[in-house]
């Protein structure tokens, strides 16, 4: 698709968003993961690697958060949050086919 029809439609904006919707999504489950590999973790030297991989997890989180909620993707309103959630919901079902 051209860039023009693309800003049209809003639909690189859409996809630089749910990238980054996702990546933090991603990322949380990632740290998770990690702190449960850490408290489970015998071996001192694995311990410290799990936990730099925890770190640099932590720092991503804090730049995607922070870059969302400059775009003004995320809001640090709960409700005003649930309610964009709900119209891109409801959005992204009127664009899918429907099954007959």
Known sequence: MNPVTESLLGI???N???IAQDMLQDNRLRMTLLAD???AAADDALMEE???HLMHSIY???RLLKL???QDWLTADASEQWERDIKWAS???????RRR
Do not use: G, N, Y
């Open 12 to 14: 690189k904006a859409f």
């Open 68 to 70: 969302c909620l400059d």
């Open 60 to 62: 991503l989180e804090e």
């Open 16 to 18: 630089d968003q749910f």
């Open 37 to 39: 590999c850490i408290e």
């Open 50 to 52: 799990l936990l730099a």
């Open 91 to 97: 959005k992204v079902r009127k664009m899918m086919p």
